[in-house]
């Protein structure tokens, strides 16, 4: 049965279209790894079950039309002026993703769309790349064209940086492209290899949004550049340095005097890609409660190195700390603000759910809060058309 939120009853109420097809994706939950993508390090994380669909058509005109549901905004643009954005609304999204792909050779005819999402909207969960990877799912399979999901993830990480203006890594759209439910995914961006280690049977993630959103180009940007100088003082020091990501914790402190006033950062990177590689052992090897751990460690590194939390998250996860059902909590994503994520016994979810979001209800309103279900990956659903 259509809801009155079905992006394909959306579609014909909005431009009078059926659609032919339904691509979806999920957004991303940061487990560990914080900042390491752009420094060609290691990230554990996973997609979510909350997703953004898009019911596609061939548009009637010269123009794409594109409705959102959750912004309720239509936009309209012709395929040649793509790329001509107003930086940071969603319509920018939509348009610099199909400027992307006509930029890789996609040959892209009108469409007419209609956008649905789920995942919270600037929390740290990546609705944007939902958004990204659905739109770019649907729109090569509308126009007949295949790209591998690491390229999915390309396209949809140059669109991002292109609406945003931050030098943002692949890690949102890489988990949205090969999230499997159930299961962690563990990626390095040298390689871009990736393998899916299992979410421990018994344990889940309580998310509780820190209510603080904030835009975060500038700030990322200059984290970015910090690691970046640093990495290049080490390049001139020690052999087979590239990014921080070659870097153990104790050359980094070797050379702590040569990186001067970028050492915070760069110690933050180094030792999040280290805390990742033990992260997956301890997983391995059953040992959540030391995993739990290297979550309290993550936060502690945003606090006091990166600098890249903010007031409502250090509560949320004071909170954690002092509770004896939760192994292990954090920041998760960009920081700044979003959301924190929690590891709890399966069986102790709901109830420390509710008593988190009871402790931080402010004027009679909990937080956004949930008990994470791990999704999956793209899917295209192709319909019948109606004759
Ligand atoms: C944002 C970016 C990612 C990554 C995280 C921090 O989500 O989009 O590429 O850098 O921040 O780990």
């Known amino acids: 049965m259509p809801t009155n939120h079905d992006p394909v009853l959306r579609l014909r109420q909005a431009f009078g279209q059926e659609a032919s097809l339904v691509s979806s994706a999920s957004g991303r939950l940061e487990i560990l790894g914080n900042h390491t993508d752009y420094n060609e390090g290691f990230v554990l994380s996973c997609a979510v079950e909350q997703r953004c669909q898009v019911a596609f058509a061939i548009a009637p005109g010269d123009k794409c039309l594109v409705w959102s549901e959750d912004l309720d905004e239509a936009i309209a643009f012709r395929l040649d002026q793509a790329g001509d954005v107003e930086p940071r609304r969603w319509g920018g999204y939509v348009r610099c993703v199909v400027d992307q792909l006509l930029r890789r050779g996609i040959k892209l005819k009108p469409f007419a769309a209609a956008i649905r999402s789920s995942v919270p909207l600037s929390a740290g969960m990546s609705s944007s790349a939902a958004l990204e990877v659905a739109l770019i799912t649907g729109l090569l399979k509308l126009s007949g064209a295949e790209l591998s999901p690491g390229d999915i993830a390309r396209v949809g990480q140059a669109a991002e940086s292109a609406a945003t203006g931050a030098r943002t890594g692949l890690m949102d759209q890489l988990t949205s492209c090969l999230g499997r439910p159930d299961q962690l995914v563990l990626s390095e961006y040298r390689g871009l290899s990736v393998r899916h280690v299992a979410m421990p049977a018994g344990y889940a993630w309580v998310v509780v949004d820190s209510g603080e959103k904030h835009d975060l180009s500038q700030e990322y940007n200059q984290r970015r550049a910090a690691c970046e100088r640093a990495a290049a003082v ?143 990956g793209p899917s295209v659903n192709e319909l019948r058309i109606k004759s």
Do not use: M
């Open 234 to 376: 080490l390049a001139k020091l020690e052999a087979g340095v590239s990014t921080l990501r070659d870097v153990s914790p104790a050359t980094l402190e070797r050379h702590a005097a040569a990186i001067g006033e970028d050492l915070p950062f760069a110690r933050h990177v180094v030792e999040e890609c280290d805390r990742v590689l033990r992260g997956e052992k301890l997983l391995l090897a059953g040992d959540t409660a030391a995993f739990g751990q290297l979550l309290f460690d993550s936060h502690l590194s945003s606090q006091n190195n990166f600098r890249n939390s903010c007031l409502g998250l250090d509560r949320l996860v004071g909170f954690a700390r002092q509770d004896r059902r939760c192994l292990g909590a954090r920041l998760s994503g960009g920081g700044f603000g979003g959301v924190s994520i929690h590891l709890v016994k399966a069986s102790d979810a709901e109830a420390y759910a509710a008593d988190i979001a009871k402790a931080f209800t402010r004027d009679g309103k909990e937080p956004w809060h949930t008990i994470a279900r791990i999704g999956g």
